[in-house]
């Protein structure tokens, strides 16, 4: 049985899309140019929060303390904004949330498809989960393989690459 081909019981048993020996500029300055976007990407999704929790604290004065409650919802609200902002923009034509698509960056499955929302807001929920679990530390994990996948992507099987163009640029073709 080849791979890409099915195989007992229907399975579509697929290969690695991409290979880092044959196409080493998909991967290079990967890991680097991720924490930039991580911090882009922070910064996108709490300006609303820290907007919204403006707004609640007026509301608080306006209403002489009767509006405390509503602190309450900032925190699930700021999980809920947290999901749709990386399902959306990993579920978008161009795979990458905002941050990655300022540095030229991508997510793939590890076959080669593009992402999807279920996936982008998987992505997001493991990768807190498993930085507040494990440390920061989990993501030295990026620094001994050849792929540069960290843990999350690991466990969702997903790989963060240069974007096309950005892979031409490297490669030296227009």
Do not use: Q
Request: aromatic fraction near 12%; charge should be positive; hydrophobic fraction near 55%.
């Amino acid at each position: 049985m080849m791979h890409g081909e099915p195989g007992r019981g229907g399975l579509d048993i697929k290969p690695h899309a991409f290979d880092p020996v044959r196409n080493p500029e998909l991967f290079d300055g990967v890991l680097a140019r991720r924490i930039l976007a991580f911090a882009i990407d922070v910064v996108i999704i709490f300006a609303p929060v820290a907007l919204a929790f403006v707004c609640v604290l007026l509301f608080v004065l306006v209403t002489f303390g009767l509006g405390w409650p509503l602190f309450w919802l900032l925190y699930p609200g700021t999980v809920i904004w947290i999901l749709v902002y990386y399902g959306s923009t990993f579920g978008s034509p161009a795979s990458a949330t905002l941050g990655m698509r300022v540095v030229g960056l991508e997510m793939r499955t590890w076959y080669g498809a593009p992402s999807y929302f279920v996936l982008g807001a998987a992505h997001a929920l493991v990768f807190y989960v498993t930085v507040s679990a494990l440390t920061p530390l989990v993501l030295l994990v990026g620094l001994f393989n050849a792929r540069k996948r960290l843990l999350h992507d690991i466990l969702l099987g997903t790989v963060v690459i240069n974007s096309p163009a950005r892979a031409a640029a490297l490669r030296g073709t227009p």
